[in-house]
């Protein structure tokens, strides 16, 4: 079946260096993408997303970047902080108006002091 | 301002018991979810409802059943628990798409069947 993957499980990044969160997907066909952040015990929070349409967003601190020929999406944090360490998913929705998220299985990011 | 608020917050089940979580916000969402978390797992989407009155599949329905009381309410019912069903259960409502809303979680419920 389709999915949402990641490169990675886990990332460790220095306190104040940039982190970049790399996913797979493997919908062509997907519209819509979102970033989460989920930090222990609680629920997934919106972080930045992007539409097909799109190469590349920004938000405040993040970035993400669409890269459609190989089916690549990636989320930049650039000075990262404590506040930062969390699981990151990835999720695609494959019809804009259908909201039925896939969601990848998460990269856990550590900023170590 | 409470947003997406869902109970209990843990529960212990014998199997074959049944219980139902309960699930509301306050934000005037039309779509509302119930999604599972295994460990180290990404969610997975368990039943939606797109608008009051309709409710719908999703990945993973098999074992449970659901109830859209109102716009504001989304019950999510294990009629006869089992031990694959331990799990953590997240509620989440949205806006319509085309505005550009995306989708609001609750804290999660930690289910676990013995």
């Known amino acids: 079946g389709e999915s949402v993957g990641l490169h990675l499980p886990t990332l460790s990044v220095q306190e104040g260096d940039n982190s970049i969160i790399n996913c797979a997907y493997s919908n062509s066909a997907s519209d819509y993408f979102i970033w989460y952040k989920q930090e222990s015990g609680k629920g997934p929070q919106f972080i930045i997303d992007?539409?097909?349409?799109?190469d590349k967003r920004q938000g405040q601190r993040v970035t993400v970047l669409l890269n459609k020929t190989v089916k690549h999406l990636s989320l930049q944090i650039a000075a990262t902080q404590p506040g930062d360490s969390a699981v990151y998913f990835c999720?695609?929705?494959?019809?804009?108006?259908?909201?039925?998220?896939?969601f990848g299985t998460g990269t856990r990011l550590t900023i170590i002091p | 301002n409470a947003g997406v608020t869902q109970t209990p917050k843990f529960q212990v089940l014998k199997t074959g018991q049944s219980m139902t979580l309960q699930c509301a916000q306050d934000?005037?969402?039309?779509?509302m979810y119930w999604y599972r978390q295994d460990p180290g797992m990404g969610l997975r989407l368990i039943y939606y409802s797109a608008s009051e009155g309709t409710t719908d599949k999703g990945e993973v329905p098999n074992g449970y059943n659901v109830s859209r009381l109102n716009k504001r309410e989304f019950s999510l019912r294990l009629e006869s628990a089992a031990p694959s069903q331990t799990s953590v259960y997240f509620c989440?409502?949205?806006?319509?798409w085309g505005t550009g809303n995306t989708i609001y979680f609750g804290e999660g419920s930690w289910l676990t069947v013995v």
């Open positions: 992007i539409r097909s349409n799109m």
């Open positions: 934000m005037n969402h039309n779509s």
């Open positions: 989440a409502s949205s806006a319509l």
């Open positions: 999720a695609e929705i494959k019809n804009f108006g259908n909201e039925k998220l896939t």
